[in-house]
Nanobody, 127 residues
Framework: QVQLVESGGGLVQAGGSLTLSCAAS????????LGWFRQAPGKEREFVAS????????YYAAPVKGRFTISRDNAKNTVYLQMNLLKPEETAGYYC????????????????????WGQGTQVSVSE
């Protein structure tokens, strides 16, 4: 079983950047596909980005494509989410998730396919 711990959240002005990290322990990360999801107050959790075990394929939600980059360093057991040009409406708790299942491209965007979750890190974007 893998444990996930996110870090890197904080307060940033609109147009700014943040890099989130998700460190894994308990199992080698290279056996898991990984995703980032976010949940704003009063809203449902939504997909942000995901990456396959090898890191060879990435998926992004349409609103973040071109601004966010997901990457992983299996040697460091860590996955990252680089976020640029942040918008106030992207204020949310950001969550890292892992799955040891082999998923289709569609399933990689489905939070229900991920069995392991971190506690989240808060990102606040001011006007």
């Amino acid at each position: 079983q893998v444990q996930l711990v996110e870090s890197g959240g904080g307060l940033v002005q609109a147009g700014g950047s943040l890099t989130l990290s998700c460190a894994a322990s308990g199992r080698y990360l290279n056996t898991y596909a990984l995703g980032w999801f976010r949940q704003a107050p009063g809203k449902e959790r939504e997909f942000v980005a995901s990456i396959t075990r090898s890191g060879g394929t990435t998926y992004y939600a349409a609103p973040v494509k071109g601004r966010f980059t997901i990457s992983r360093d299996n040697a460091k057991n860590t996955v990252y989410l680089q976020m640029n040009l942040l918008k106030p409406e992207e204020t949310a708790g950001y969550y890292c998730a892992a799955t040891d299942n082999v998923l289709t491209a569609t399933a990689m965007k489905n939070e229900r396919k991920y069995g392991y979750w971190g506690q989240g890190t808060q990102v606040s974007v001011s006007e």
